[in-house]
């Protein structure tokens, strides 16, 4: 695998003018000259109420994702004033509500369906940061492709994903829907997932238009506040946030979503800056543009707007092309093309831009080409869907601890205490934005899973013992049940975590600690001497540091999906051997974020002084490390990784070089070992991180089996955005890691040089 940088045109270093970026035109952005006369003949046809209806996106009275309603949305299909409906699904709903605009408007023009399928339509796969946690981009690839396989077939055309904001606070519930905290990770990630949405093509019908989402900065959220204030740096929101939506854009992807936040003192929803300036001027983004809900209107609040008109024309003379749920365009925008305040061409674009996108997807010539009701039974739960989202399940896993080989499972245990809030529970076996997954019937829980896994004449007994609700901290209900079942057992498997809905949108915590009283039936259980073996089910990084230390196996498999619980169990028993690995640091405590690997050195870093020296970067009560490194993921076989080697010390504008190590199995097992490279920039014209991933791959190995794992860099895979705000490469000495996890202390660095 090439270690690559966010995918940019960077100027060499001697070259201090910032240069466009551009991109290749994806496939379905090529000119199509039918296309155009299409569409040139439509709109010359069309009124300005009918044009601004092109702009309007409007939610069915099915589900809500936010805080307002419009119950007219029927209405305002049968009178064109509304282009496309969200929140509506089946191949029936979507067939009726396409009727609507294809049979009772005067120019038939069809609707445009989205809905957020963030991991899985109605077979849920794990949730996002779970997946990111595998480090296998074919298999998140395929889970997007398959989501897409079953959205498509129940009418949908369009889905509100991947969110690809870079998010370092786990205080922040949305950290849960995305990969994590790392650049090139996350770049990597938003490409494969915009891969699979979109297929080859989008005519087909099964693949959906991709949203990149949230623009921008949406994860920099302050206090981890969800809706809050972002204030960071240019420098920053260049080299942190911004790639992983240009890695979307190279990706094809069909539209963006705006996010809630300011960037700059200006809400994004408004900012011409990162909707025109560099989504359409330096990236070159074909598509369309789509507010979140209702923020629009939300600029109002901001105090960006005065009132609603004019934040309609402040987001459409900004760049955006529809207006999701808040209905400002609909309501106000003709006016204020009449007043001169937004001119009839930014509209004409904007318009434009959807059309071509029905067009491209085909509705134009067979509206309900993707509302098929014997497609849709065919495909819903399919048998190859519900075993890929096992799979994917089981590659999410990351196994945290295992002290003295507590897993997999020994075949002597022949009675198991299943205990934990999060034991017996379907609703939280899917997590937040679940979609169309069935919460109440189709999930496989752990207890269940482990039911059906274990062998003939293994007692299973379960108890729920703990709650995660917040107002039950200091109960105990349920202990003594809980107590004696672990007491008769020979191992005990505790199901802990937060309840599904703790983590996503409007989800942001304080606390990072367990929820409930689960912490203390945790002491309780570790207090009766038998082995306990932690799972936990969360959306973000947890402050675990009693368990790390007192429990002697801890495997998080964040909310694995509907097939979650047999996928726990393939791991427990060794069916399966876990090889995911954090795609976020694990604080210590809340009080340490935001901590993240690629962190940059202070003028007194701890490592000047003694474990005990005052006048440096340190807390006076905790270790400045994180509980978990980003990277970290154990397996039941063990790697050996030999010293990096390079193929050149040194390299130059237009050069490269390769580094190798080779991964040894030292284990009795096969397992499978994501190699990660690592890169320090030891000085620069700005500070630089004092480590960044550059490459990754998963290797599968038997036991004593070896492989040379190599990976290419270029000095532009080393850009970044420099003292004067140009992009590039500056030469200077370097440090390289081959290592298992992030941290200089993982390997041993070789050096290297990039001269002019």
Not at 405 to 426: N, R
Not at 616 to 626: A, E, H, K
Request: hydrophobic residues 40%; aromatic residues 8%; charged residues 20%.
């Amino acid at each position: 695998m090439t270690g690559t940088a966010a995918p940019v045109t960077a100027a060499p270093a001697s070259d201090r003018t910032a240069v466009p970026v551009t991109q290749a035109q994806p496939d379905w952005a090529r000119s199509n000259p039918e296309m155009n006369t299409f569409i040139s003949d439509l709109m010359a046809q069309m009124t300005l109420k009918e044009k601004i209806g092109q702009l309007t996106l409007l939610t069915s009275n099915w589900e809500s994702t936010g805080p307002t309603m419009r119950d007219s949305y029927k209405e305002d299909i049968r009178s064109g004033r509304v282009g496309g409906i969200f929140n509506a699904y089946t191949a029936a709903y979507t067939a009726e509500l396409q009727r609507l605009a294809v049979d009772e408007t005067r120019l038939k023009i069809p609707l445009l369906f989205g809905y957020d399928v963030i991991h899985g339509h109605r077979t849920i796969f794990p949730i996002s940061l779970g997946e990111a946690a595998s480090w296998d981009l074919a298999a998140i690839e395929q889970a997007a492709r398959l989501s897409a396989v079953e959205a498509s077939a129940e009418g949908i055309h369009w889905t509100f994903s991947p969110m690809v904001d870079i998010a370092r606070d786990p205080r922040w519930g949305r950290i849960s829907e995305g990969a994590g905290e790392d650049v090139h990770l996350g770049s990597k990630i938003a490409a494969a997932r915009v891969r699979g949405y979109q297929g080859d093509d989008l005519a087909a019908t099964d693949t959906v238009v991709a949203t990149a989402k949230h623009f921008a900065a949406y994860g920099a959220a302050q206090a981890g506040r969800d809706y809050h204030t972002v204030d960071i740096s240019e420098r920053t929101l260049r080299d942190v946030y911004l790639p992983p939506f240009k890695a979307a854009v190279d990706a094809g992807v069909g539209s963006f979503m705006t996010s809630f936040n300011e960037v700059d003192g200006i809400p994004a929803s408004g900012s011409r800056y990162l909707l025109t300036d560099i989504l359409r001027d330096q990236w070159g983004f074909d598509g369309f543009v789509v507010t979140d809900y209702t923020s629009i209107n939300e600029m109002v609040p901001h105090g960006y707007s005065k009132d609603l008109k004019q934040s309609g024309e402040q987001a459409l003379n900004a760049g955006v092309d529809m207006d999701m749920q808040g209905a400002v365009y609909m309501d106000h925008l003709a006016q204020s093309v009449s007043e001169g305040k937004v001119d009839q061409a930014a509209i004409d674009r904007a318009v434009r831009r959807i059309l071509e996108m029905k067009y491209r997807l085909g509705l134009f010539e067979a509206p309900y080409r993707y509302s098929n009701v014997e497609r849709q039974e065919a495909t819903i739960y399919r048998p190859d869907i519900l075993e890929a989202a096992r799979d994917v399940a089981r590659k999410s896993m990351v196994l945290l601890k295992n002290e003295g080989g507590a897993l997999p499972l020994a075949s002597t245990a022949q009675s198991i205490a299943v205990i934990g809030p999060l034991a017996d529970s379907k609703e939280d076996m899917i997590g937040s934005w679940s979609a169309a997954g069935d919460r109440s019937t189709r999930p496989v829980t752990i207890l269940q899973g482990i039911r059906e896994r274990a062998a003939s004449g293994v007692n299973i007994g379960y108890a729920k013992g703990a709650s995660y609700a917040y107002g039950d901290a200091g109960k105990d209900d349920g202990f003594a049940e809980a107590l004696a079942l672990a007491q008769k057992s020979d191992v005990i498997i505790a199901a802990m975590g937060e309840k599904w809905d703790m983590t996503g949108e409007a989800a942001s915590r304080t606390s990072l600690d367990l929820p409930g009283n689960q912490q203390a039936l945790l002491e309780r259980l570790v207090a009766t001497g038998k082995p306990v073996i932690l799972v936990m089910l969360s959306g973000r990084p947890n402050s675990i540091g009693w368990a790390d230390e007192n429990v002697p196996a801890i495997l998080h498999a964040w909310y694995p999906g509907t097939m979650g619980g047999h996928a726990v169990a393939d791991v427990l028993f060794g069916d399966y051997n876990p090889s995911g690995k954090l795609p976020v640091t694990f604080p210590r405590n809340v009080g340490q974020v935001p901590i993240h690997y690629d962190m940059k050195n202070t003028g007194r870093p701890i490592e000047l002084g003694a474990d005990n020296a005052k006048y440096v970067s340190r807390y006076l009560n905790t270790p400045n490390t994180p509980l978990y490194r980003f990277g970290h993921g154990l397996s039941y076989t063990s790697f050996g990784y030999s010293p990096a080697t390079l193929s050149t010390a040194s390299m130059t504008a237009g050069g490269s070089l390769t580094a190798s190590a080779t991964i040894t199995n030292t284990g009795k097992v096969a397992g499978e070992e994501v190699v990660q490279l690592y890169v320090r920039d030891l000085v620069g014209s700005v500070t630089r991180p004092v480590q960044e991933l550059k490459g990754f791959e998963k290797v599968t190995l038997a036991p004593g089996e070896s492989r040379t794992v190599t990976f290419t860099l270029r000095p532009e895979d080393l850009a970044f955005t420099r003292a004067d705000m140009s992009h590039g490469w500056e030469p200077g000495e370097f440090q390289l890691w081959i290592a298992p996890v992030s941290g200089a202390a993982a390997s041993v660095p070789v050096g290297f040089t990039i001269t002019e």
